[in-house]
Protein backbone atom coordinates (compact mmCIF):
# COMPACT_ATOMS: atom_id res chain seq x y z
CA UNK A 1 0.00 0.00 0.00
CA UNK A 2 2.79 2.44 0.65
CA UNK A 3 4.73 2.25 -2.29
CA UNK A 4 1.63 2.69 -4.49
CA UNK A 5 0.92 5.57 -2.52
CA UNK A 6 4.76 6.79 -3.53
CA UNK A 7 4.09 6.08 -7.12
CA UNK A 8 0.94 7.78 -7.35
CA UNK A 9 2.58 10.90 -5.80
CA UNK A 10 5.69 10.81 -8.30
CA UNK A 11 3.42 9.86 -11.10
CA UNK A 12 1.06 13.55 -9.78
CA UNK A 13 4.61 15.21 -10.05
CA UNK A 14 5.53 14.07 -13.28
CA UNK A 15 2.25 15.63 -14.40
CA UNK A 16 2.67 18.74 -13.06
CA UNK A 17 5.57 19.15 -13.66
CA UNK A 18 5.00 18.84 -17.29
CA UNK A 19 2.03 21.63 -16.71
CA UNK A 20 4.63 23.66 -15.38
CA UNK A 21 6.46 23.63 -18.79
CA UNK A 22 3.50 25.03 -20.87
CA UNK A 23 3.21 28.29 -19.85
CA UNK A 24 6.79 28.82 -19.92
CA UNK A 25 6.24 27.98 -23.66
CA UNK A 26 3.37 29.98 -24.31
CA UNK A 27 5.55 32.78 -23.11
CA UNK A 28 8.02 32.30 -24.89
CA UNK A 29 5.64 32.47 -28.27
CA UNK A 30 4.03 35.46 -27.05
CA UNK A 31 7.29 37.52 -26.39
CA UNK A 32 8.38 37.35 -29.76
CA UNK A 33 7.35 38.08 -33.33
CA UNK A 34 8.44 37.79 -36.93
CA UNK A 35 7.95 41.10 -40.17
CA UNK A 36 5.52 42.08 -41.14
CA UNK A 37 3.65 42.63 -38.00
CA UNK A 38 0.70 43.67 -40.13
CA UNK A 39 -0.54 43.63 -43.86
CA UNK A 40 -1.55 44.09 -46.91
CA UNK A 41 -0.62 47.42 -46.47
CA UNK A 42 0.26 50.57 -44.26
CA UNK A 43 2.80 52.86 -46.34
CA UNK A 44 4.34 55.65 -44.59
CA UNK A 45 3.62 55.18 -41.44
CA UNK A 46 3.83 57.16 -37.93
CA UNK A 47 3.19 56.24 -34.70
CA UNK A 48 2.07 57.21 -31.26
CA UNK A 49 1.03 56.20 -28.20
CA UNK A 50 -2.39 57.40 -27.02
CA UNK A 51 -3.75 58.36 -23.85
CA UNK A 52 -5.66 55.76 -23.72
CA UNK A 53 -2.06 53.42 -23.24
CA UNK A 54 -2.67 52.33 -26.78
CA UNK A 55 -0.66 52.48 -29.65
CA UNK A 56 -1.57 53.79 -33.07
CA UNK A 57 -0.31 53.84 -36.52
CA UNK A 58 -1.86 55.91 -39.33
CA UNK A 59 -1.08 55.39 -43.20
CA UNK A 60 -0.89 56.85 -46.23
CA UNK A 61 -4.20 56.46 -48.84
CA UNK A 62 -4.51 53.20 -50.11
CA UNK A 63 -7.04 50.97 -51.62
CA UNK A 64 -7.28 47.90 -49.88
CA UNK A 65 -8.89 46.07 -52.92
CA UNK A 66 -11.45 45.03 -50.60
CA UNK A 67 -13.86 46.89 -53.11
CA UNK A 68 -14.80 49.22 -50.25
CA UNK A 69 -12.44 51.91 -52.25
CA UNK A 70 -9.63 53.88 -50.99
CA UNK A 71 -8.72 54.45 -46.89
CA UNK A 72 -7.78 58.13 -46.05
CA UNK A 73 -5.51 57.55 -43.79
CA UNK A 74 -5.96 54.07 -42.60
CA UNK A 75 -5.15 53.90 -38.36
CA UNK A 76 -4.26 50.83 -36.77
CA UNK A 77 -4.38 49.91 -33.04
CA UNK A 78 -2.38 47.94 -30.59
CA UNK A 79 -0.87 46.65 -26.68
CA UNK A 80 2.05 45.36 -27.77
CA UNK A 81 3.25 46.62 -31.39
CA UNK A 82 2.81 43.14 -32.50
CA UNK A 83 -0.51 42.01 -32.96
CA UNK A 84 -2.25 45.05 -34.94
CA UNK A 85 -6.25 45.84 -35.59
CA UNK A 86 -7.22 47.45 -38.55
CA UNK A 87 -10.09 50.28 -36.40
CA UNK A 88 -10.75 52.83 -39.20
CA UNK A 89 -9.50 55.56 -40.89
CA UNK A 90 -8.71 59.02 -39.79
CA UNK A 91 -11.24 60.98 -41.99
CA UNK A 92 -14.32 59.93 -44.20
CA UNK A 93 -14.83 60.91 -47.62
CA UNK A 94 -16.99 63.25 -46.72
CA UNK A 95 -14.63 65.47 -44.73
CA UNK A 96 -11.78 64.86 -46.22
CA UNK A 97 -9.46 67.42 -46.54
CA UNK A 98 -10.55 69.72 -49.76
CA UNK A 99 -8.54 72.43 -49.84
CA UNK A 100 -6.51 70.68 -53.08
CA UNK A 101 -6.83 68.21 -55.39
CA UNK A 102 -5.04 65.10 -54.54
CA UNK A 103 -3.99 62.05 -52.10
CA UNK A 104 -3.49 62.25 -48.56
CA UNK A 105 0.04 60.59 -47.80
CA UNK A 106 2.53 60.16 -45.12
CA UNK A 107 0.65 60.98 -42.29
CA UNK A 108 3.00 61.98 -39.28
CA UNK A 109 0.96 62.64 -35.60
CA UNK A 110 2.22 63.98 -32.55
CA UNK A 111 0.49 64.81 -29.00
CA UNK A 112 0.49 68.94 -28.76
CA UNK A 113 -1.58 71.71 -27.06
CA UNK A 114 -2.93 68.75 -25.31
CA UNK A 115 -5.28 67.42 -28.55
CA UNK A 116 -3.84 64.97 -31.37
CA UNK A 117 -2.13 66.78 -34.39
CA UNK A 118 -2.24 65.16 -37.59
CA UNK A 119 0.26 66.53 -40.36
CA UNK A 120 -0.51 65.27 -44.13
CA UNK A 121 0.79 66.00 -47.67
CA UNK A 122 -1.93 66.68 -50.36
CA UNK A 123 -0.81 65.32 -54.09
CA UNK A 124 -0.96 63.21 -56.74
CA UNK A 125 2.23 61.16 -58.99
CA UNK A 126 3.84 64.36 -60.81
CA UNK A 127 2.11 66.76 -58.84
CA UNK A 128 3.47 70.87 -59.19
CA UNK A 129 2.01 71.79 -56.43
CA UNK A 130 1.43 69.72 -53.72
CA UNK A 131 1.18 71.30 -50.21
CA UNK A 132 0.72 70.04 -46.68
CA UNK A 133 -2.32 70.34 -44.21
CA UNK A 134 -2.89 69.61 -40.76
CA UNK A 135 -6.20 68.17 -38.66
CA UNK A 136 -6.49 67.59 -35.03
CA UNK A 137 -8.63 65.49 -32.87
CA UNK A 138 -9.35 64.75 -29.32
CA UNK A 139 -8.81 61.00 -29.58
CA UNK A 140 -6.19 59.30 -31.38
CA UNK A 141 -8.53 57.28 -33.40
CA UNK A 142 -10.26 60.43 -34.38
CA UNK A 143 -12.25 61.70 -36.19
CA UNK A 144 -9.79 64.34 -37.11
CA UNK A 145 -11.26 68.27 -38.33
CA UNK A 146 -9.65 69.54 -40.73
CA UNK A 147 -7.66 72.54 -39.84
CA UNK A 148 -6.58 73.37 -43.39
CA UNK A 149 -3.02 74.11 -44.77
CA UNK A 150 0.14 75.22 -43.62
CA UNK A 151 1.29 75.87 -47.61
CA UNK A 152 1.96 74.82 -50.83
CA UNK A 153 4.73 74.19 -53.06
CA UNK A 154 4.59 77.29 -55.23
CA UNK A 155 3.80 79.48 -51.72
CA UNK A 156 6.59 78.41 -49.47
CA UNK A 157 9.18 77.83 -52.63
CA UNK A 158 10.33 74.23 -51.71
CA UNK A 159 9.57 71.70 -54.80
CA UNK A 160 7.29 69.10 -53.93
CA UNK A 161 6.53 69.87 -50.45
CA UNK A 162 5.39 66.25 -49.18
CA UNK A 163 6.13 64.27 -46.42
CA UNK A 164 5.57 66.68 -43.06
CA UNK A 165 7.54 65.39 -39.70
CA UNK A 166 5.89 67.72 -36.30
CA UNK A 167 8.93 68.36 -33.71
CA UNK A 168 8.19 69.73 -30.36
CA UNK A 169 11.62 71.24 -29.23
CA UNK A 170 10.55 72.95 -25.73
CA UNK A 171 7.69 74.37 -26.20
CA UNK A 172 9.05 75.38 -29.87
CA UNK A 173 7.03 73.86 -32.58
CA UNK A 174 9.00 72.78 -36.56
CA UNK A 175 7.80 70.97 -39.41
CA UNK A 176 10.32 69.37 -41.86
CA UNK A 177 9.58 68.53 -44.68
CA UNK A 178 10.14 67.45 -48.42
CA UNK A 179 11.00 64.82 -50.93
CA UNK A 180 14.12 64.64 -53.04
CA UNK A 181 14.03 68.44 -53.89
CA UNK A 182 15.94 68.90 -50.49
CA UNK A 183 14.69 68.76 -47.22
CA UNK A 184 13.58 71.84 -44.83
CA UNK A 185 12.36 73.07 -41.49
CA UNK A 186 10.45 75.62 -40.65
CA UNK A 187 9.52 77.24 -37.18
CA UNK A 188 5.66 77.27 -36.70
CA UNK A 189 3.10 79.27 -34.45
CA UNK A 190 2.48 78.35 -30.95
CA UNK A 191 -0.68 76.62 -32.53
CA UNK A 192 0.88 75.01 -34.78
CA UNK A 193 -1.52 76.02 -37.78
CA UNK A 194 0.97 78.17 -39.69
CA UNK A 195 4.24 79.22 -40.70
CA UNK A 196 6.56 81.29 -38.44
CA UNK A 197 10.00 81.90 -39.98
CA UNK A 198 11.73 81.19 -43.29
CA UNK A 199 12.43 77.87 -44.28
CA UNK A 200 15.80 76.36 -43.48
CA UNK A 201 17.59 73.46 -45.48
CA UNK A 202 19.47 70.84 -44.00
CA UNK A 203 19.79 68.39 -46.00
CA UNK A 204 20.26 67.49 -49.96
CA UNK A 205 18.24 66.40 -52.99
CA UNK A 206 19.04 62.40 -51.97
CA UNK A 207 16.22 61.87 -49.54
CA UNK A 208 12.37 62.65 -48.34
CA UNK A 209 10.58 61.74 -45.31
CA UNK A 210 12.54 63.10 -42.47
CA UNK A 211 11.95 61.86 -38.89
CA UNK A 212 13.50 63.64 -35.80
CA UNK A 213 14.67 62.09 -32.56
CA UNK A 214 16.62 63.63 -29.40
CA UNK A 215 19.22 61.52 -27.92
CA UNK A 216 21.43 62.83 -25.17
CA UNK A 217 21.97 66.24 -26.87
CA UNK A 218 21.84 65.24 -30.55
CA UNK A 219 19.19 66.05 -32.76
CA UNK A 220 18.99 62.50 -35.02
CA UNK A 221 17.28 62.90 -38.71
CA UNK A 222 16.21 59.59 -39.98
CA UNK A 223 15.72 60.19 -43.90
CA UNK A 224 14.69 57.22 -46.69
CA UNK A 225 16.62 57.49 -50.05
CA UNK A 226 15.89 55.64 -53.47
CA UNK A 227 12.58 54.14 -54.72
CA UNK A 228 9.76 53.77 -52.88
CA UNK A 229 7.03 52.33 -55.32
CA UNK A 230 8.39 49.85 -57.70
CA UNK A 231 7.22 46.47 -56.22
CA UNK A 232 10.14 43.79 -55.42
CA UNK A 233 12.84 46.13 -57.80
CA UNK A 234 12.27 49.11 -55.19
CA UNK A 235 15.73 50.70 -53.48
CA UNK A 236 14.26 52.30 -50.75
CA UNK A 237 16.59 52.51 -47.69
CA UNK A 238 16.88 54.49 -44.75
CA UNK A 239 19.75 56.52 -43.61
CA UNK A 240 21.07 58.77 -40.71
CA UNK A 241 22.43 62.10 -39.79
CA UNK A 242 22.74 64.44 -36.35
CA UNK A 243 23.19 67.39 -35.54
CA UNK A 244 23.98 69.62 -31.97
CA UNK A 245 21.36 72.28 -33.51
CA UNK A 246 17.60 71.95 -34.20
CA UNK A 247 18.48 73.93 -37.32
CA UNK A 248 21.47 71.50 -38.41
CA UNK A 249 24.05 71.55 -39.37
CA UNK A 250 23.23 67.34 -39.69
CA UNK A 251 26.18 65.38 -39.88
CA UNK A 252 26.62 61.78 -41.24
CA UNK A 253 29.04 59.33 -39.41
CA UNK A 254 32.26 60.89 -41.21
CA UNK A 255 31.40 64.49 -40.65
CA UNK A 256 30.05 65.57 -43.84
CA UNK A 257 26.80 67.69 -44.10
CA UNK A 258 24.13 65.76 -45.53
CA UNK A 259 23.22 68.51 -47.49
CA UNK A 260 25.66 67.51 -50.12
CA UNK A 261 25.94 63.92 -48.90
CA UNK A 262 23.94 60.97 -48.58
CA UNK A 263 24.17 60.03 -44.79
CA UNK A 264 24.93 56.97 -42.56
CA UNK A 265 22.92 54.10 -44.17
CA UNK A 266 21.62 51.88 -41.07
CA UNK A 267 18.86 50.05 -43.47
CA UNK A 268 18.63 48.18 -46.89
CA UNK A 269 16.41 45.76 -48.86
CA UNK A 270 17.22 42.22 -48.06
CA UNK A 271 16.18 38.79 -49.67
CA UNK A 272 13.14 38.39 -48.35
CA UNK A 273 12.26 42.43 -48.05
CA UNK A 274 12.61 45.47 -50.63
CA UNK A 275 12.59 49.25 -50.24
CA UNK A 276 12.47 49.40 -46.33
CA UNK A 277 11.59 53.13 -45.25
CA UNK A 278 10.00 56.21 -44.39
CA UNK A 279 10.31 55.16 -41.00
CA UNK A 280 9.15 56.38 -37.37
CA UNK A 281 10.43 55.50 -33.56
CA UNK A 282 8.46 54.44 -30.69
CA UNK A 283 10.42 52.97 -26.98
CA UNK A 284 9.21 50.79 -25.53
CA UNK A 285 9.28 50.06 -21.43
CA UNK A 286 12.68 48.82 -21.46
CA UNK A 287 13.97 51.53 -23.20
CA UNK A 288 14.65 49.90 -26.33
CA UNK A 289 13.89 52.53 -29.44
CA UNK A 290 12.13 50.51 -32.51
CA UNK A 291 12.01 51.78 -35.65
CA UNK A 292 8.65 51.68 -37.10
CA UNK A 293 8.62 51.61 -41.09
CA UNK A 294 7.44 49.53 -44.32
CA UNK A 295 9.14 47.14 -46.47
CA UNK A 296 7.81 45.08 -49.84
CA UNK A 297 7.79 41.43 -49.56
CA UNK A 298 9.44 40.45 -52.68
CA UNK A 299 6.99 37.01 -53.02
CA UNK A 300 4.14 39.28 -53.08
CA UNK A 301 4.98 42.97 -53.96
CA UNK A 302 1.85 44.48 -55.62
CA UNK A 303 -1.79 44.68 -54.61
CA UNK A 304 -4.53 43.60 -57.30
CA UNK A 305 -4.80 46.74 -58.47
CA UNK A 306 -0.87 47.02 -59.43
CA UNK A 307 -0.17 49.41 -56.79
CA UNK A 308 3.32 48.46 -54.45
CA UNK A 309 1.79 46.53 -51.12
CA UNK A 310 3.99 48.16 -48.48
CA UNK A 311 2.88 46.06 -44.67
CA UNK A 312 4.42 47.22 -41.49
CA UNK A 313 7.40 46.25 -39.88
CA UNK A 314 9.37 47.06 -36.98
CA UNK A 315 13.19 46.06 -35.75
CA UNK A 316 14.90 47.22 -32.60
CA UNK A 317 17.49 49.96 -33.10
CA UNK A 318 20.91 49.50 -31.12
CA UNK A 319 22.88 52.21 -30.42
CA UNK A 320 26.74 52.21 -30.14
CA UNK A 321 28.87 55.27 -30.22
CA UNK A 322 26.60 57.53 -30.00
CA UNK A 323 24.72 55.99 -33.58
CA UNK A 324 21.83 54.00 -33.83
CA UNK A 325 22.14 50.84 -36.46
CA UNK A 326 20.15 48.09 -37.14
CA UNK A 327 21.21 44.63 -37.37
CA UNK A 328 23.09 43.60 -40.15
CA UNK A 329 21.40 46.57 -41.52
CA UNK A 330 18.42 44.63 -42.79
CA UNK A 331 14.90 43.92 -42.24
CA UNK A 332 14.52 41.14 -39.15
CA UNK A 333 13.08 38.31 -41.16
CA UNK A 334 13.33 35.58 -38.54
CA UNK A 335 11.70 34.79 -35.09
CA UNK A 336 13.30 37.95 -32.53
CA UNK A 337 11.95 39.35 -29.23
CA UNK A 338 9.53 42.01 -28.70
CA UNK A 339 9.55 45.00 -27.71
CA UNK A 340 9.00 45.04 -23.97
CA UNK A 341 5.85 46.73 -22.78
CA UNK A 342 5.12 45.87 -18.97
Known sequence: MGKRLIVLFLASLLVLGGCSKAPGKELAKSSQYKNPVFQPVIADPSIIKGKDGYFYVYGTEDNWGEGKGPKYVPVIRSKDLVKWKYIGEAFQAVDKPNWKEGGIWAPDISYY?????LYYSMSTWGDMDPGIGVATSEKPEGPFTDEGPLFRSQIIGVENSIDPAFYDD??????FWGSFHGIYGVKLSRDGFKVSGKPFQVAGNAFEAPYVVKREGFYYMFLSSGSCCEGEDSTYHVAVARSKSITGP???KSGNDIVSTEGTVILTGSKKFAGPGHNAIITDKKGT???VYHAIDKKEPKMISGVTRRPLMIDPILWKDGWPQIKNQEPGEK??????LK
Open 170 to 175: NGTPYL
Open 250 to 252: YLD
Open 335 to 340: LQDAPL
Open 289 to 291: DWL
Open 113 to 117: NDKYY
